[in-house]
């Protein structure tokens, strides 16, 4: 197994860019991945980063915006694969990704990702999706797990739900182990358990990043360093999942304001390199 590549969530934000501008001019930077649906269309300066890692075939694309187990197929949806048309013949990504869940529903057109239960119906809308997924990107496809749960099933059926639905496009798995440990802590579940029941032959990437506490509850909000406790998980990910092509750390610009913020995100970049060279 070669070592996975240590990445960074691309942001094109003046905040974001000063806080990884060091990490990139000392070339430490293995790969970027980009949520090209944020930012159809990135600043120069931006484009220029990621034109220059898609020519080293370094650059994973992730969308967050597609709703990809929403019901009913909109227009919205139809213009979102007309505009991952034109992104794919501008810039080379390895791979297309998208999120498990759906986050528009009638009028509601945008939140965080909600889960879906584990039924038929369920799957063969995903799978519909994920096919004109592929069919649109011309690349392979996969999806990340989520970290909200709207109960206990969300939490222990989501690891089926997931191989039922990339099997039949012979997707992969982005595996975010901020997102799992979320559910672990909110629904009392041990992690490594947890991590073991999913298809986790089809990882092929890792995503690492901070939360926030509302009370006793632990979300996914990007605003913050990597937890201990997911520092702990990776190399036990790392070797349950022999084909991750990448680790991604993962922060928002808007907590990225103040000089120790930025330096504490490079601290995690750093660690993140020393984890995935420790062999």
């Known amino acids: 197994m070669s070592t996975p590549h240590a990445a960074i969530s691309w942001m094109d934000d003046p905040s974001y860019?000063?806080?990884?501008?060091?990490?990139?001019?000392?070339?430490?930077?293995?790969?970027?991945?980009?949520?090209?649906?944020?930012?159809?269309?990135?600043?120069?300066?931006?484009?220029?980063?990621l034109s220059a890692f898609g020519q080293q075939d370094r650059l994973y694309g992730h969308g967050v915006l597609l709703s990809l187990l929403s019901g009913v197929w909109t227009q919205r949806q139809e213009t979102w694969m007309q505009r991952l048309?034109?992104?794919?013949?501008?810039?080379?990504y390895v791979h297309v990704s998208e999120h498990i869940g759906f986050m528009t529903a009638g009028k509601w057109i945008d939140g965080a990702p909600l889960p879906m239960p584990l039924r038929d119906d369920v799957i063969a809308v995903g799978v519909d999706r994920l096919t004109?997924?592929?069919?649109?990107?011309?690349?392979?496809?996969?999806?990340?797990?989520?970290?909200?749960?709207?109960g206990p099933q969300d939490v222990h059926h989501e690891a089926e739900l997931m191989q039922r639905l990339l099997e039949p496009v012979d997707g992969f798995m982005i595996l975010d182990l901020h997102n799992l440990w979320c559910r672990a802590v909110n629904y009392g579940v041990d992690l490594t358990q947890l991590l073991r029941s999913y298809p986790l032959d089809r990882v092929r990437e890792l995503h690492i990043s901070g939360g926030s506490w509302d009370g006793r509850f632990r979300r996914d909000t990007h605003d913050g360093t990597?937890?201990?406790?997911?520092?702990?998980?990776?190399?036990?990910a790392l070797t349950?999942?022999?084909?991750?092509?990448?680790?991604?750390?993962?922060?928002?610009?808007?907590?990225?304001?103040?000089?120790?913020?930025?330096?504490?995100?490079?601290?995690d970049f750093t660690t993140l390199r020393q984890v995935l060279y420790a062999g």
């Open 132 to 150: 004109r997924l592929a069919e649109v990107s011309g690349k392979p496809v996969g999806l990340e797990n989520l970290a909200m749960a709207l």
């Open 226 to 236: 990597v937890p201990d406790d997911v520092w702990a998980a990776l190399p036990t």
């Open 240 to 267: 349950l999942c022999p084909d991750v092509q990448l680790v991604v750390l993962e922060q928002e610009p808007n907590s990225l304001r103040s000089p120790e913020a930025q330096a504490a995100y490079r601290d």
């Open 85 to 92: 048309a034109a992104e794919v013949q501008t810039r080379d």
């Open 17 to 49: 860019v000063q806080t990884v501008l060091p990490l990139l001019d000392a070339g430490v930077i293995d790969a970027v991945e980009w949520s090209f649906d944020t930012q159809w269309h990135p600043t120069p300066a931006s484009a220029a980063i």
